[in-house]
């Protein structure tokens, strides 16, 4: 297997063999605390992945799939969440139950899990900001699903940011409005952290980290106590109202599915008066910042809005 061009998969994940060990669900309806693991990177295989499909119940589960070489650069981008997530690498050359339950066709290929849940992503290397726009959009749902624990390395050394010999590692503080917005979001208050972000961005505009945290919490108050059933059956007997479309896109995003959601309002916009195609800019304008300026889903996205909008 080798590497190929970065793309979003499409199609189910047959885990059922492995999800039978998974607690039932159900459970993540509430906001989930921590747990200690041996590392935030383990080593998977066909024999200990149900332990972590449990996990998968408090802190959401990365996997990657690779051909015999792990990604340095993917171990950064999860270790940077802090123990917000896990990475589980799997030699999918030595392990085929996982392989074929993955539906993996090229190596690496990387999906998460979710309250037991498979979720595919994406196959090839992603540069890290583009990987890190993916996990952002993973805790998103993650959020929604009630999974919002931190795990915590038995082993810190193995887990700390290198440090000088005897020295315990620093973590740098996140600026106040910052870390208030963060503690809030960590205790579902959503409100409360919309307005620490905004009080932050008040003070300094250019804070691009406020503008996508703003972003991401107003994503999660939006679809805060809603079922997704419910919103995708308004969306199907409205197509042509904004609001009931704006809501349904607010579940692709928050899904993975941008491609889906820009879709969606780029061809729902030309047929809108003007008040409805200003609440289609601004949504599409905070899923490019949720997204990130540089993922060319977005370049493609803000390139057909441009067109249609002059």
């Known amino acids: 297997m080798t590497n190929v061009p970065s793309s979003n ?7 059922s063999p492995l999800i039978r060990k998974a ?6 309806d509430q906001p989930t605390g921590g747990t200690t693991v041996p590392s935030l990177v383990i080593e998977a295989n066909d024999a200990n992945f149900g332990q972590l499909l449990e996990l998968s119940s408090t802190v959401p589960v990365i996997v990657e799939l690779h051909a015999g070489s792990a990604s340095a650069s993917l171990e950064r981008v999860i270790r940077g969440y802090a123990g917000r997530l896990l990475l589980a690498r799997v030699d999918a050359t030595a392990n085929p139950q996982l392989t074929q339950a993955f539906q993996v066709v090229a190596a690496p290929t990387v999906a998460a899990v979710i309250g037991g849940r498979p979720l595919a992503l994406y196959e090839g290397e992603l540069p890290e900001a583009e990987a890190g726009s993916v996990f952002d959009q993973v805790l998103a749902a993650a959020a929604q ?4 624990g ?15 010999e005897g020295a315990e590692p620093v973590e740098e503080p996140l600026p106040p409005h910052h870390q208030e917005a963060f503690d809030a979001i960590d205790r579902g208050d959503y409100a409360t952290a919309i307005k620490e972000y905004r009080t932050a961005i008040a003070q300094d ?6 503008v996508a945290g703003l972003a991401q919490v ?18 199907a007997a409205a197509p042509d109202d904004a609001r009931a479309q704006l809501a349904v896109a607010d579940l692709d995003v928050a899904g993975g599915h941008l491609d889906d959601a820009f879709d969606r309002l780029l061809i729902l916009f030309p047929a809108l008066d003007p008040a409805g195609k200003d609440a289609v800019r601004t949504r599409l304008v905070s899923y490019f910042e949720i997204a990130g300026a540089e993922d060319p889903r977005v370049v493609a996205a803000r390139r057909r809005l441009t067109a249609l909008l002059y």
């Open 150 to 164: 931190v795990a915590k390395a038995a082993d810190a050394d193995s887990d700390a940011t290198s440090s000088p």
């Open 218 to 235: 107003s994503l999660l108050s939006r679809l805060d106590g809603s079922s997704a059933e419910d919103i995708r059956s308004a969306a």
């Open 145 to 148: 699903n009630g999974v919002t």
């Open 205 to 210: 505009p250019r804070d691009h980290l406020a």
């Open 23 to 28: 607690p039932p669900q159900g459970q993540g």
């Open 9 to 15: 998969l499409r199609g189910a994940i047959d885990l």
